[in-house]
């Protein structure tokens, strides 16, 4: 049973920066490329950033870049995400997913209704100005 669980979300101020983490079961770090998604409140799910499995390879939604990092821990079979200079409009539910597919092919996956295999239950941020 793969498992993802997210932490780290909480009440934030505008400028501050947060880590987010996303913590896999044994097996599933090694075996699923894992990324990022959030929701924000009346919008779709979006695609920030995921990482590969075997070689670490970084994928970044244009929105992001320069703001997000992700890295992982694989001792720790944890998935980080960063988020530097938080603006209210990153105000979301953000979620941690796993799937075999490259994460450059999630957004495309998910326009053609194609569900990545493995979610976590999400950690909300809320960014006050």
């Known amino acids: 049973q793969v498992e993802l669980v997210e932490s780290g979300g909480g009440l934030v101020q505008a400028g501050d920066s947060l880590r987010l983490s996303c913590t896999a079961s044994?097996?599933?770090?090694?075996?699923?490329?894992i990324g990022w998604f959030r929701q924000a409140p009346g919008k779709e799910r979006e695609f920030l950033t995921g990482?590969?499995?075997?070689?670490?390879?970084?994928y970044y939604a244009d929105s992001v870049k320069g703001r997000f990092t992700i890295s992982r821990d694989n001792a720790k079979n944890t998935v980080y995400l960063q988020i530097a200079s938080l603006k209210p409009e990153d105000t979301a539910v953000y979620s941690c997913?796993?799937?075999?597919?490259?994460?450059?092919?999630?957004?495309?996956?998910?326009?053609?209704?194609?569900?990545?295999?493995?979610w976590g239950q999400g950690t909300r941020v809320t960014v006050s100005s």
């Open positions: 990482v590969t499995s075997n070689s670490g390879r970084q």
């Open positions: 044994e097996g599933t770090f090694r075996t699923y490329n």
């Open positions: 997913a796993a799937d075999l597919l490259e994460p450059g092919d999630w957004t495309r996956a998910q326009s053609m209704g194609v569900s990545l295999r493995y």
